[in-house]
């Protein structure tokens, strides 16, 4: 029972780095979401994906790109790090339609220095 | 536009107390669903229970029960006799019924539960 598997679960990074946050799901789920937990803000949504080839911009897009190119990845890619995108990222999953469950993986922290 | 309140932000109670977690929202939508999740202190997001607006039958899981009121916007819940490993962040988060954006998931801030033995 994968469900959604991120990597990596934890990652330093030099302001001005790039990098991938990998996510993947098993579940056939058209939806795939990502967001970004801050202390005192909860979950906030960066980008999502309502299936392949379709992706659009959530509440806090900036400094970060998406893409989908199959139904089971949906990788984050930090253009340029910055101190600000010091956060805990959460790839999320879900079949299409608000009445479904969205799963989410397990989190992958990110501190930028 | 979507918001979820969840005005309670950290609730401290000792073991075998009981511990009701509020969580208004708002919504133009006429239907929408509702969620909690957990996240315990090893960080994930631990999903515990859905419910959409056009069912206002409350639900008891075990020590768990949540109270759903479309007249006051609220869905409360309430651990009963609590224990140390019910301590965690709990979410209270809305979703909207239509596609797109709309589609996503609205949270509350979070409420940090701690359980003393």
């Known amino acids: 029972n994968a469900g959604v598997t991120q990597t990596p679960k934890f990652q330093v990074l030099k302001t001005g780095q790039s990098m991938t946050l990998q996510c993947a799901q098993d579940?056939?789920?058209?939806?795939m979401s990502w967001y970004r937990q801050d202390p005192g803000m909860g979950l906030r949504l960066i980008h999502y994906?309502?299936?392949?080839?379709?992706?659009d911009q959530g509440e806090v897009p900036n400094g970060y790109n998406v893409s989908r190119s199959t139904t089971e990845d949906f990788p984050l890619r930090l253009l340029s790090a910055a101190p600000s995108q010091t956060s805990v990222y959460f790839c999320?999953?879900?079949?299409?339609?608000?009445?479904?469950?969205?799963?989410f993986g397990e989190g992958s922290w990110l501190t930028v220095v | 536009a979507q918001k979820v309140t969840q005005a309670q932000t950290e609730i401290s109670v000792v073991e075998k107390e009981d511990v009701t977690l509020d969580c208004v929202y708002e919504t133009r939508d006429t239907t929408y669903y509702l969620f909690w999740y957990k996240q315990p202190p090893s960080g994930e997001l631990v999903f515990l229970i859905r419910?959409?607006?056009?069912?206002?039958q409350n639900e008891i899981s075990g020590r768990y029960s949540w109270n759903f009121q479309k007249s006051t916007s609220s869905f409360n819940f309430t651990i009963t006799a609590s224990q140390v490993v019910d301590s965690a962040v709990y979410f209270c988060a809305l979703r909207a019924s239509l596609t797109g954006a709309n589609s996503k998931l609205t949270f509350g801030k979070g409420i940090t539960l701690s359980v003393r033995p």
């Open positions: 999320a999953s879900s079949r299409q339609g608000a009445g479904n469950t969205i799963y």
């Open positions: 419910r959409n607006s056009f069912d206002e």
């Open positions: 579940m056939n789920h058209e939806y």
């Open positions: 994906s309502v299936g392949a080839g379709i992706t």
